[in-house]
């Protein structure tokens, strides 16, 4: 079930790295939960596939040019970990910009009911990942700290602290 999850993700992904990012909304549930973190624009969370879609439209607005590529997908259980690779040109400056951050899918059936966004690969609000996943993904060392908390099977945050060596 898991590599079916990810199909459904990658599919998602495949769109927006051509710049499509319409095709989205039927996978989700219609009441599906995004979270964007206080440390990333428009933070906030949004309830619904109404209120997704409204801040996708604001989301988009400042671009000329946006594209959305999952460099790496996970998937364990009823979740799916994305390492994701954001380029665009802006609207106003046409700079070029590239940002990298981390998406996690959360599925009930086959409908994503939570959508996830981090600067990092770890917020305590996450369903349980194992470190293993979070490593593959992340191609990087991950620390865990506490016990039995989400993003692994023993520690309540796990650490991205860099990129792994060979």
Known sequence: MAQGRVDKVRSVYDHWREGDFRTTFELFDRNVVFVMPPELPDSGTYLGTDAVADYTRRFLEPWTHLTIDAED??????????????????DASGAATEIRYFQLWSFRGDKVIRLETSA?????????VSVDAARAVAGASVEGRGTAGPWSNDCDECVISGPTSG
Do not use: F, I, K, W
């Open 120 to 128: 990092t690969a770890a917020t305590r609000s996450r369903p349980r």
């Open 73 to 90: 997908l996970v998937g364990e259980g009823d979740t799916v970990l994305a390492s994701v690779v954001q380029r665009g040109a802006g």
